[in-house]
């Protein structure tokens, strides 16, 4: 690599930051059914949560607040 690498790097980590940012990416990923977001999480999911917060509490032996 020339010394020029490290700053075609940088260039580079830029502009794709600045490309996955900009709106019309956001826009065109929430098209995608990936990327939607869910109005409510998922009873499976939830329970799942609970699940883990009850073994984070049983883990620390102490009280966890929502």
Same mark, same amino acid.
């Given at each position: 690599?020339?010394?020029?690498?490290?700053?075609?790097?940088?260039?580079?980590?830029? $502009?794709?930051?600045?490309?996955?940012?900009?709106?019309?990416?956001?826009?065109?990923?929430?098209?995608?059914?990936?990327?939607? #977001?869910?109005?409510?999480?998922?009873?499976?999911?939830? $329970?799942?949560? $609970?699940? #883990? $917060?009850?073994?984070?509490?049983?883990?620390?032996?102490?009280?966890?607040?929502?």
């Amino acid at each position: 690599m020339n010394g020029n690498g490290g700053k075609r790097r940088v260039k580079l980590a830029n $502009d794709i930051r600045r490309q996955v940012g900009s709106e019309a990416t956001k826009r065109f990923l929430r098209t995608l059914p990936a990327f939607r #977001l869910e109005k409510e999480v998922p009873k499976r999911f939830r $329970d799942l949560l $609970d699940r #883990l $917060d009850g073994a984070e509490v049983d883990k620390a032996g102490g009280q966890r607040h929502h």
